[in-house]
């Protein structure tokens, strides 16, 4: 079936209620079934355990990616982000991290390119703070992603005022802007 | 270094063959497959060999359940990657293979969990084939309990003076070249790969060597192969090019806009108007182009077009993690030129050589040929290996509008595949000599 039907209209808010495994119907992926796209665009939200004692080591690392960045702003350009929150909260005496990504990119498809760049920007190291992280995670893939997948707690609703919206349309939408109010400045 | 003396020439040496039979064989008695195995080692082509060295060329592969039915234990087998133990028919709704693909309509027992392995024969002519297979037939007899499932003869498609494939595009115009191997890739083809991409116990392109199947002497020098059988629809394919172009050149544009490079094997991105043959058939020209710079909005090569979609080039990250090496031909008599389609089956058998096929061949068959939001088109498939039903489009950049191909036929169908591991010389001894208790590491 083709996907035409799912690209809508931007000026149209739109909300997805998602069942409960995060997913409509089963479609595979490489790596198990795949998530949808919906209106607030790709996405996940992981959440785990940190291992005790390693808060300040993990919040130091806020710092290191904003460096990052600052350095190498388009670092994180192959992943298509909109926007990325990293949380830290109790449970009870336990300290857990949640990392939540808004993208364009389907995670799904782009798994191998997601965890080169998290060894590119350090963001491997606090995943190495995790309860459970797989320790041979450098040379085994699939391991990194199944750990990934066992923690993303899919949305169980998602909303866009501008749905399906990729942020490289909003770019270049925002790049035209610029480029006719640059024009008409240049009339006056 | 490669240990050339150990890994099959498969993936290393192209042999100047002209014809080729595949074998697909099941081991219904575990000690006839060793039997067997062992009396054909010998026989098995090395890298070290180098070529052209002889008349015929001999590679043996296996299934998963292959090496469980040669006698490898289950402790060894679940060391393999999860995509090689399920095979290639289980992940046919990752590849894509449903409606007229499905292995539900294979052939050759190609999704039977009794395939068990192939034997890829490439020969000089089809007069040496013949000769090969009759003695291997011979051989074979002794073994009552190796059954061939199928055959599948292959023979090149005249006019021989390049490959080419039923649709008359020029093969093998970009392949990666190995670290170590002495051969400088052709201008526009990267740096040489380092061997861990293809081969196991080699560092990849990340420096690191990835986790070796148990016991090690079994996987050390191996290489993954994905098979495809693609029937190839010439007259269709012929019918939509006079459908969407008056004249035989605008015809002939249209059939390079679907592949990137005329059929003739001239880049688009090198020569946009006219076809090239000399710069085709120039290795140090018909290679050496980007699409970032050169090409960066598809005026020249279409975003969907097959070449640009199975190499992005310098449009897509970790280029190197995803590189593949091509092997195979073609089967099935050629269509001549103005004759109607005449119902009989043709098109390419090949391997896609690998050493993770979840990394390197399913990604580029799940993302770069099946994903219709590749490069954001929204709604395109690759032309030739994307899975097709008349649903989806293609782009065509164009000054000043776009033309837009809507309902785009399906120019082939998948007859079958699988998922082989393509052990070393001494794998196959390992494998011929049966089960024995291996310190693992």
Known sequence: MSNASTLSDWTQPAAMAIPKEGYFTVEQGRYGPTYPRTPACHGFTIIAKIKPGTEAEIRAYGKRIEDTITASPHALAPLQLHYLRWVLFDIGPDKYFMYQGIFDTDFDKYTEDAIQLFKATGVDTVFEKLEGFPMDWKTNAPAFIKFVREHQCPSFLEYGEYPYVSATEIKKALALKQAFSSMLDHMQ | ?441
């Open chain 2, 1 to 441: 270094m490669l240990e050339l003396d150990d890994i099959q020439h498969f993936l290393l040496n192209r042999p100047r063959a002209q014809a080729a039979r595949y074998g697909f064989v099941s081991f219904r008695r575990p000690e006839h497959g060793r039997a067997w195995l062992s009396g054909i080692i010998d026989r098995v082509g090395r890298a070290a060999s180098g070529g052209p060295f002889d008349s015929r060329w001999v590679t043996v592969a296996f299934t998963w359940n292959g090496l469980r039915a040669l006698g490898v234990d289950e402790a060894s087998l679940a060391t393999f990657p999860e995509e090689f133990r399920q095979g290639m028919a289980s992940r046919a709704a990752i590849l894509g293979d449903t409606g007229a693909n499905h292995p539900d309509h294979w052939v050759g027992g190609l999704a039977s969990p009794d395939l068990h392995a192939i034997v890829i024969l490439f020969a000089r002519d089809v007069a040496e084939r013949e000769r090969c297979v009759a003695e291997h037939r011979q051989y074979a007899a002794q073994f009552p309990g190796v059954e061939a499932l199928s055959t599948l003869d292959l023979e090149a498609t005249p006019p021989l003076d390049y490959a080419h494939d039923h649709f008359g595009y020029r093969d093998r115009m970009s392949q990666p070249e190995i670290e170590g191997m002495g051969i400088d890739p052709t201008p526009g083809s990267g740096a040489a790969l380092k061997p861990g991409e293809f081969f196991l116990g080699y560092p990849d392109e990340n420096g690191e060597i990835g986790p070796l199947p148990q016991p090690e002497i079994l996987s050390r020098n191996g290489s993954f192969l994905a098979y495809r059988r693609m029937e190839e629809h010439v007259g269709a394919f012929r019918d939509f090019l006079r459908a969407n172009g008056e004249t035989p050149a605008e015809q002939e544009l249209v059939a390079a806009k679907l592949m990137g490079r005329w059929r003739s094997g001239a880049p688009l991105v090198l020569a946009p108007q006219h076809d090239d043959p000399q710069l085709a058939a120039d290795p140090q020209r018909n290679n050496n182009f980007d699409y970032a710079k050169m090409d960066p909005h598809g005026y020249a090569v279409p975003l969907g077009s097959h070449i640009r979609r199975m190499n992005p080039r310098d449009t897509t990250v970790n280029m190197n993690r995803r590189r593949i090496i091509r092997r195979g031909g073609t089967y099935g008599p050629p269509l001549p030129e103005g004759a109607a389609e005449d119902g009989i089956e043709r098109g390419i058998a090949a391997f896609v050589g690998c050493a993770s096929l979840i990394r390197q061949y399913e990604f580029a068959q799940n993302v770069w040929a099946n994903d219709p939001r590749f490069h954001e088109l929204g709604n395109e498939r690759d032309p030739f290996v994307g899975t097709q039903d008349g649903t989806y489009d293609m782009t065509i950049p164009k000054r000043p509008i776009r033309k837009k191909i809507t309902g785009l036929p399906a120019f082939t169908t998948v007859h079958g595949g699988a998922y082989f591991f393509l052990p070393g010389i001494r794998a196959l001894r390992f494998l011929a000599d049966g089960p024995c208790v291996v310190p693992r590491r």
